[in-house]
Protein backbone atom coordinates (compact mmCIF):
# COMPACT_ATOMS: atom_id res chain seq x y z
CA UNK A 1 0.00 0.00 0.00
CA UNK A 2 1.39 3.76 -0.98
CA UNK A 3 1.55 6.75 1.36
CA UNK A 4 -1.59 7.82 -0.53
CA UNK A 5 -3.42 5.11 -0.06
CA UNK A 6 -2.45 4.62 4.03
CA UNK A 7 -2.98 8.27 4.29
CA UNK A 8 -7.22 8.42 2.81
CA UNK A 9 -7.45 5.35 5.18
CA UNK A 10 -6.18 6.80 8.27
CA UNK A 11 -9.04 8.76 8.34
CA UNK A 12 -11.41 7.79 11.10
CA UNK A 13 -15.19 6.65 10.39
CA UNK A 14 -17.07 9.76 11.14
CA UNK A 15 -20.28 8.60 13.30
CA UNK A 16 -22.55 11.23 14.00
CA UNK A 17 -22.76 12.40 17.64
CA UNK A 18 -26.29 12.72 16.97
CA UNK A 19 -27.09 9.32 16.74
CA UNK A 20 -28.20 7.03 19.47
CA UNK A 21 -25.57 5.45 21.19
CA UNK A 22 -27.62 2.04 20.43
CA UNK A 23 -27.11 2.54 17.16
CA UNK A 24 -23.78 3.76 17.15
CA UNK A 25 -22.38 1.20 19.40
CA UNK A 26 -24.17 -1.25 16.69
CA UNK A 27 -22.49 0.25 13.49
CA UNK A 28 -18.92 0.02 15.61
CA UNK A 29 -19.99 -3.25 16.11
CA UNK A 30 -20.60 -4.39 12.41
CA UNK A 31 -17.33 -2.53 12.05
CA UNK A 32 -15.91 -4.63 14.10
CA UNK A 33 -17.32 -7.94 13.10
CA UNK A 34 -16.24 -6.97 9.11
CA UNK A 35 -12.36 -6.59 10.00
CA UNK A 36 -12.55 -10.13 12.26
CA UNK A 37 -13.77 -11.71 9.15
CA UNK A 38 -11.72 -10.77 6.91
CA UNK A 39 -8.55 -11.18 9.22
CA UNK A 40 -9.63 -14.98 9.56
CA UNK A 41 -10.68 -15.08 5.72
CA UNK A 42 -13.58 -17.24 6.59
CA UNK A 43 -15.08 -18.64 3.40
CA UNK A 44 -18.50 -18.66 4.42
CA UNK A 45 -18.48 -15.94 6.34
CA UNK A 46 -16.70 -13.63 3.84
CA UNK A 47 -19.52 -13.93 1.33
CA UNK A 48 -22.03 -13.12 3.97
CA UNK A 49 -20.19 -10.14 4.73
CA UNK A 50 -19.96 -9.40 0.86
CA UNK A 51 -23.77 -10.04 0.53
CA UNK A 52 -24.52 -7.57 3.93
CA UNK A 53 -22.41 -4.72 2.50
CA UNK A 54 -23.67 -4.99 -1.12
CA UNK A 55 -27.27 -5.02 0.52
CA UNK A 56 -26.55 -1.76 2.55
CA UNK A 57 -24.76 -0.20 -0.74
CA UNK A 58 -28.00 0.64 -1.57
CA UNK A 59 -29.96 0.94 1.46
CA UNK A 60 -32.06 4.08 1.54
CA UNK A 61 -30.46 5.18 4.68
CA UNK A 62 -27.82 7.86 4.03
CA UNK A 63 -25.88 6.19 6.87
CA UNK A 64 -25.77 2.58 6.02
CA UNK A 65 -24.86 3.21 2.96
CA UNK A 66 -21.79 5.22 3.91
CA UNK A 67 -20.94 1.99 6.69
CA UNK A 68 -20.88 -0.32 3.15
CA UNK A 69 -18.60 2.04 1.35
CA UNK A 70 -16.57 2.07 3.92
CA UNK A 71 -16.65 -1.55 4.64
CA UNK A 72 -16.03 -2.32 1.07
CA UNK A 73 -12.71 -0.11 1.45
CA UNK A 74 -11.60 -2.71 4.62
CA UNK A 75 -12.10 -5.70 2.46
CA UNK A 76 -10.13 -4.23 -0.51
CA UNK A 77 -7.10 -3.88 2.34
CA UNK A 78 -7.61 -7.13 4.00
CA UNK A 79 -8.64 -9.47 1.35
CA UNK A 80 -7.65 -7.74 -2.58
CA UNK A 81 -8.28 -11.77 -3.92
CA UNK A 82 -11.60 -11.37 -2.80
CA UNK A 83 -12.08 -7.95 -4.45
CA UNK A 84 -10.63 -8.92 -7.86
CA UNK A 85 -13.26 -11.86 -7.41
CA UNK A 86 -16.29 -9.43 -7.40
CA UNK A 87 -14.78 -6.65 -9.18
CA UNK A 88 -17.23 -6.25 -11.26
CA UNK A 89 -20.16 -5.53 -8.07
CA UNK A 90 -17.76 -3.87 -6.27
CA UNK A 91 -17.12 -1.36 -8.79
CA UNK A 92 -20.52 -1.48 -9.76
CA UNK A 93 -21.47 -0.27 -5.94
CA UNK A 94 -18.96 2.29 -5.67
CA UNK A 95 -19.78 4.21 -9.19
CA UNK A 96 -23.10 3.85 -7.69
CA UNK A 97 -22.01 5.82 -4.56
CA UNK A 98 -19.90 8.19 -6.52
CA UNK A 99 -23.20 9.29 -8.11
CA UNK A 100 -24.97 9.54 -4.12
CA UNK A 101 -27.30 12.88 -4.59
CA UNK A 102 -27.64 13.52 -0.89
CA UNK A 103 -24.66 12.55 1.09
CA UNK A 104 -21.10 13.72 0.74
CA UNK A 105 -20.30 11.30 3.16
CA UNK A 106 -20.82 8.42 0.72
CA UNK A 107 -19.27 9.71 -2.38
CA UNK A 108 -16.39 10.66 -0.16
CA UNK A 109 -15.90 6.98 1.19
CA UNK A 110 -16.49 6.18 -2.21
CA UNK A 111 -13.46 7.57 -3.88
CA UNK A 112 -11.35 6.46 -1.31
CA UNK A 113 -12.34 3.11 -1.41
CA UNK A 114 -11.97 3.69 -5.42
CA UNK A 115 -8.78 4.75 -5.33
CA UNK A 116 -7.63 1.68 -3.17
CA UNK A 117 -8.87 -0.61 -5.49
CA UNK A 118 -7.58 0.72 -8.40
CA UNK A 119 -4.21 0.68 -6.97
CA UNK A 120 -4.92 -3.21 -6.30
CA UNK A 121 -6.36 -4.35 -9.46
CA UNK A 122 -3.70 -1.81 -11.24
CA UNK A 123 -6.47 -0.66 -13.46
CA UNK A 124 -7.01 -3.23 -15.06
CA UNK A 125 -10.33 -4.53 -17.24
CA UNK A 126 -12.37 -1.09 -16.02
CA UNK A 127 -14.43 -1.46 -18.92
CA UNK A 128 -16.83 1.41 -19.49
CA UNK A 129 -16.50 1.99 -15.60
CA UNK A 130 -13.89 3.67 -16.12
CA UNK A 131 -15.56 6.61 -18.01
CA UNK A 132 -18.34 7.36 -15.40
CA UNK A 133 -15.30 7.16 -12.70
CA UNK A 134 -13.76 9.83 -14.47
CA UNK A 135 -16.37 11.74 -15.39
CA UNK A 136 -17.55 12.24 -11.66
CA UNK A 137 -14.79 12.92 -10.51
CA UNK A 138 -13.60 15.44 -12.66
CA UNK A 139 -17.29 17.50 -11.53
CA UNK A 140 -16.29 16.79 -7.74
CA UNK A 141 -12.41 19.13 -8.10
CA UNK A 142 -14.67 22.08 -7.65
CA UNK A 143 -16.72 20.54 -5.01
CA UNK A 144 -16.95 23.64 -1.77
CA UNK A 145 -15.98 20.70 0.36
CA UNK A 146 -12.37 20.25 1.45
CA UNK A 147 -12.43 16.42 1.67
CA UNK A 148 -14.41 16.27 -1.31
CA UNK A 149 -12.20 17.86 -3.44
CA UNK A 150 -9.06 16.19 -2.08
CA UNK A 151 -10.06 12.76 -2.84
CA UNK A 152 -11.05 13.91 -6.42
CA UNK A 153 -7.64 15.08 -7.14
CA UNK A 154 -6.40 12.16 -5.94
CA UNK A 155 -8.49 9.77 -7.86
CA UNK A 156 -8.37 11.61 -11.01
CA UNK A 157 -4.44 11.38 -10.91
CA UNK A 158 -4.82 7.78 -10.17
CA UNK A 159 -7.15 7.86 -13.21
CA UNK A 160 -4.55 9.06 -15.21
CA UNK A 161 -1.66 6.36 -14.56
CA UNK A 162 -3.98 3.93 -15.97
CA UNK A 163 -6.16 5.62 -18.95
CA UNK A 164 -3.74 2.92 -21.11
CA UNK A 165 -4.34 2.71 -24.57
CA UNK A 166 -7.91 2.08 -24.60
CA UNK A 167 -8.94 5.49 -23.02
CA UNK A 168 -6.07 7.46 -23.95
CA UNK A 169 -8.45 9.84 -26.28
CA UNK A 170 -11.08 10.07 -24.09
CA UNK A 171 -8.76 10.74 -20.58
CA UNK A 172 -7.01 13.67 -23.26
CA UNK A 173 -10.32 15.52 -23.86
CA UNK A 174 -11.43 15.23 -20.19
CA UNK A 175 -8.07 16.39 -19.13
CA UNK A 176 -8.00 19.28 -21.50
CA UNK A 177 -11.48 20.21 -19.62
CA UNK A 178 -10.10 20.02 -16.45
CA UNK A 179 -7.05 22.48 -17.44
CA UNK A 180 -8.76 25.38 -15.22
CA UNK A 181 -9.52 23.77 -12.16
CA UNK A 182 -5.80 22.36 -12.13
CA UNK A 183 -4.51 25.63 -12.28
CA UNK A 184 -6.47 26.90 -10.24
CA UNK A 185 -6.35 24.48 -6.52
CA UNK A 186 -2.76 24.36 -7.17
CA UNK A 187 -3.12 27.48 -5.08
CA UNK A 188 -6.19 25.87 -3.33
CA UNK A 189 -7.09 27.42 0.16
CA UNK A 190 -6.83 24.03 2.20
CA UNK A 191 -2.99 22.82 1.64
CA UNK A 192 -3.76 19.52 1.69
CA UNK A 193 -5.82 19.77 -1.66
CA UNK A 194 -2.95 22.04 -3.31
CA UNK A 195 -0.96 19.27 -2.43
CA UNK A 196 -2.56 16.87 -3.98
CA UNK A 197 -3.78 18.76 -7.25
CA UNK A 198 0.14 19.58 -7.78
CA UNK A 199 0.69 15.99 -7.77
CA UNK A 200 -2.98 15.29 -10.40
CA UNK A 201 -0.94 18.08 -12.32
CA UNK A 202 2.23 15.73 -12.74
CA UNK A 203 0.51 12.46 -13.69
CA UNK A 204 -1.86 14.41 -16.16
CA UNK A 205 0.84 16.26 -17.82
CA UNK A 206 1.83 14.12 -21.00
CA UNK A 207 -1.96 14.56 -21.91
CA UNK A 208 -1.62 18.18 -21.78
CA UNK A 209 1.95 17.59 -23.92
CA UNK A 210 0.42 16.80 -26.43
CA UNK A 211 -1.22 19.79 -27.11
CA UNK A 212 -0.13 22.69 -28.87
CA UNK A 213 3.11 24.42 -27.57
CA UNK A 214 1.16 27.60 -26.78
CA UNK A 215 -2.11 26.30 -26.58
CA UNK A 216 -2.19 25.90 -22.98
CA UNK A 217 -1.33 29.99 -22.48
CA UNK A 218 -4.45 30.75 -19.75
CA UNK A 219 -4.34 33.81 -18.13
CA UNK A 220 -3.04 31.22 -15.02
CA UNK A 221 -0.06 30.46 -17.28
CA UNK A 222 0.89 34.10 -17.82
CA UNK A 223 0.79 34.79 -14.09
CA UNK A 224 2.72 31.59 -13.21
CA UNK A 225 5.22 30.63 -16.00
CA UNK A 226 7.61 29.27 -13.93
CA UNK A 227 5.60 27.85 -11.88
CA UNK A 228 3.99 25.69 -14.43
CA UNK A 229 7.02 24.85 -16.81
CA UNK A 230 8.19 23.17 -13.24
CA UNK A 231 5.02 21.26 -12.87
CA UNK A 232 5.29 19.80 -16.36
CA UNK A 233 8.53 18.41 -15.52
CA UNK A 234 8.85 14.80 -14.24
CA UNK A 235 8.80 14.37 -10.25
CA UNK A 236 12.36 13.58 -9.37
CA UNK A 237 12.82 9.45 -8.67
Known amino acids: MDQTQRGILGQPLLVPTTQPKKKRTSMMSFFSKVSWTLRFQKRESLKNVFSILAERALDPNAKKRHMAMRGLGTMACETPDKVRKYKKIVLDLLVHGLYDPVSAEVIHESMKTLTIILGKIQGKSLGSF ?18 LRYSAFVLFGQLAAYAGRKWKTFFTSQVKQTQDSLLIHLQDRNPQVAKACK ?12 RKENSFQTEEDQRNPKLCRQLVKPAAV
Do not use: G, H
Open 130 to 147: FVDITLQTRTLLDDENDN
Open 199 to 210: TTFRACSPYLKE
